[in-house]
């Protein structure tokens, strides 16, 4: 069995050179901070509900049999 105190002082030691071994600090960095596919999912999630609105908008209108334009529906 290890001594407690000599873990405390080797396993952060160790952790960080098998960090920089298996450069696990870069793939950590690119899990947990945004990227740039994240701007793009977020650029486009933002335009399918701007689209979502606009769809909306359009499904309550109905053509004027009159004058053929669109009007709200009530």
């Known amino acids: 069995m290890i ?6 002082l080797i396993l952060p030691k160790v952790l960080d050179h098998l960090l920089v071994v298996f450069k696990l600090d870069k793939v950590l960095d690119y899990v947990e901070k945004p990227n740039e596919l994240d701007e793009k999912v977020e ?3 933002d335009k399918i509900i701007a689209l979502e609105k606009f769809a909306d908008n359009h499904k309550k209108c ?4 009159a004058c053929t334009e669109k009007i709200k529906e009530k």
């Open 3 to 8: 001594p407690p105190m000599l873990l405390k």
């Open 62 to 65: 109905v053509n004027c049999k």
């Open 43 to 45: 650029h486009l999630e």
